[in-house]
């Protein structure tokens, strides 16, 4: 990588880690895991960075590596089970009501296929358009309609609790 190109790569890890951190929060439910999917995903990007600088704005292709890394992540641990002795223990203020909310949402995006999380996330937590979700994934605007009525329907039967707009839900990391 050449020295404008790690520049340029260097300064939008700085400016855009911590929302595709969130993103990929979302989508793994675990901090840990976010963290690795992140990483992982910079890293493959990292090895391309001069020819997808190139090509304009970068959000696009990153997010679409994010969110096919995550599949692809997901795929290959599928099935396996991580037990820990004891939990960490994470002192702090007394934020229940935000806590509750947030662990609603979390057990709820848990619950639904990757693809689903994937397009609820990309339509309501990224605001993202169909067409926009449909790019990023790979797939036709009506598979994004139909993936998102699904994983609607699945939360509304999961998680009556959170009926309403589902961008209107805060999820805390």
């Known amino acids: ?14 400016e855009r880690v911590a929302a595709l951190s ?3 929060f979302l ?3 675990d901090r840990h895991l976010a963290e690795d999917l992140v990483q992982e995903t910079l890293l493959r990007v990292a090895g391309r960075w001069g020819r997808i600088a190139a090509g304009g704005d970068p959000d696009p292709y990153v997010r679409r590596a994010l969110y ?11 099935g396996r089970t991580v037990h820990v002795a004891h939990p960490p223990d994470r002192p702090g203020p007394d934020e229940s009501d935000a806590v509750t909310g947030s662990v609603a949402v979390r057990a709820a995006l848990a619950r639904l296929a990757p693809r ?7 339509r309501y937590f990224e605001d ?3 067409a926009q979700t449909a790019d990023i994934l790979g797939c036709r605007v ?18 009556p ?6 961008s209107e839900l805060e999820v805390r990391g």
């Open 128 to 130: 993202l358009t169909e």
């Open 116 to 122: 689903q999380r994937a397009v609820i996330v990309l």
């Open 142 to 159: 009506g598979t994004v309609k139909s993936q998102t009525r699904d994983a609607l329907a699945r939360l509304r039967a999961v998680a």
């Open 27 to 29: 989508l793994t439910g």
């Open 68 to 78: 096919h890394q995550h599949v692809s992540a997901w795929r290959r641990h599928r």
């Open 1 to 14: 990588m050449d020295v404008d190109a790690e520049e340029s790569f260097l300064a939008y890890v700085r």
């Open 161 to 166: 609790e959170l009926l309403g707009d589902p």
């Open 22 to 24: 969130r993103i990929a």
